[in-house]
């Protein structure tokens, strides 16, 4: 079945340093979503990539697309404490419209 | 802001027992599903559930799993005999149409002695 790996698993930032998600799907994805998890908290929607090669831009946050909508990314720029939780890439494929997670990726920033 | 919530936010059932977990969706949305998440791993799709029937299903969803939606706002997933592996993180979510944003609800955590 189709898998959705993320790296690193765990990343420990000081405030103002930048921070990268990579999301690898085994399978050609139609879109891919991001999540953000609070410790403790449910999955909150960030944004949805559907073109080859989408760039969008939400404030400090980058989200990317690859060519072959296989990949995606989330680069933080200057981190700051209020980032901390855990980052999900999630892909459709198809027609379908239920989400596969990846594995995600445990931001923890300190002062 | 609209949100969708789950109850119980908490239950522990023993082994062997049925377990209900509910959910009410924002109101106008189309589109309902269940997630589970197992303490610190990812979050893993149960069950997708369109115009009062199930659309897709994961290898997870077998026999004892079952959703209803009863009346025009909840939104259930019972497990009909609970098991140990059962225990996680139960998420509700729902969205207006098929593709798009799925707004989650709080979860409910299943603890299965």
């Known amino acids: 079945g189709q898998q959705v790996m993320q790296i690193p698993q765990y990343q420990h930032v000081q405030e103002g340093e930048d921070f990268t998600t990579y999301c690898n799907s085994s399978t050609t994805l139609s879109n891919i979503q991001w999540y953000k998890q609070r410790p403790g908290g449910h999955p909150v929607f960030l944004i949805q990539?559907?073109?080859?090669?989408e760039v969008k831009k939400q404030k400090r946050l980058t989200f990317q697309f690859g060519e072959a909508k296989k990949n995606s990314s989330l680069h933080i720029t200057a981190t700051q404490t209020t980032d901390v939780g855990t980052y999900f890439c999630a892909g459709s494929t198809g027609t379908a419209s239920k989400l596969t997670f990846g594995t995600g990726t445990r931001l923890q920033v300190t002062l | 802001e609209p949100e969708v919530t789950q109850t119980p936010s908490h239950q522990v059932t023993q082994m062997g027992q049925e377990v209900i977990l509910r959910c009410v969706p924002i109101?106008?949305?189309?589109?309902f599903y269940w997630y589970r998440q197992i303490l610190g791993q990812k979050v893993e799709f149960l069950v997708s559930?369109?115009?009062?029937?199930?659309?897709?299903k994961s290898e997870i969803f077998d026999d004892q799993f079952s959703v209803e939606r009863p009346d025009g706002s909840n939104f259930t997933l019972k497990i009909r005999s609970t098991k140990l592996e059962d225990s996680a993180m139960y998420f509700c979510?729902?969205?207006?149409?098929?593709?798009?944003?799925?707004?989650f609800g709080p979860g409910t955590r299943l603890t299965v002695t």
């Open positions: 109101s106008n949305h189309l589109y």
């Open positions: 559930f369109y115009n009062n029937e199930i659309s897709e």
């Open positions: 990539l559907v073109k080859s090669g």
């Open positions: 979510a729902s969205r207006v149409r098929g593709l798009g944003e799925q707004y």
